[in-house]
């Protein structure tokens, strides 16, 4: 894990924002074959913005389901391992806290989930 020095806090409800991390991670590791990695970052980002993002070396999300990560009841993962609702709640959270979410993926390399929240102060 890496964060930023002198990041900001970000506003929101902590445990609501404890669970966005919690899914992402529990995701990725998932994902993520033994001898893989999984990194969590943290860096500010210009306009008063934070930046979270959870990258690993899984399989990757095929192009054709990237798009449709964040709806409720889809799921990658094989019958009874998840109920494709991680991603959905996670995306949910981060709107609440009017934020944005996204993935970028490779098949076969891996995926990385940005989360970006407001700061604390910022627009206010």
């Known amino acids: 894990m890496r964060v930023e020095p002198g990041l900001p806090p970000v506003?929101?409800?902590a445990e609501q924002?404890?669970?966005?991390?919690?899914?992402l991670l529990t995701n990725a590791i998932d994902a993520t074959p033994?001898?893989?990695w999984v990194a969590m970052t943290t860096r500010a980002l210009p306009g008063g913005e934070v930046e979270i993002a959870v990258a690993d070396t899984g399989a990757g999300?095929?192009?054709a389901d990237r798009k449709r990560v964040f709806e409720p009841f889809f799921?990658?993962?094989?019958?009874?391992?998840?109920?494709?609702l991680g991603l959905f709640i996670?995306?949910?959270?981060v709107?609440?806290?009017?934020?944005?979410i996204e993935v970028e993926s490779?098949?076969?390399r891996g995926s990385t989930f940005r989360v970006v929240l407001p700061a604390a102060g910022a627009g206010a």
């Not at 996670?90 to 959270?93: C, D, G, N, Q, R």
């Not at 709107?95 to 944005?100: D, L, N, S, T």
């Open 61 to 63: 999300i095929p192009a």
């Open 75 to 84: 799921s990658t993962k094989e019958p009874g391992r998840g109920t494709g």
């Open 11 to 13: 506003r929101g409800h």
């Open 95 to 100: 709107r609440e806290h009017e934020g944005r």
């Open 17 to 23: 924002l404890q669970q966005v991390i919690l899914n």
């Open 34 to 36: 033994s001898g893989g």
């Open 106 to 108: 490779d098949e076969g």
């Open 90 to 93: 996670t995306a949910e959270i």
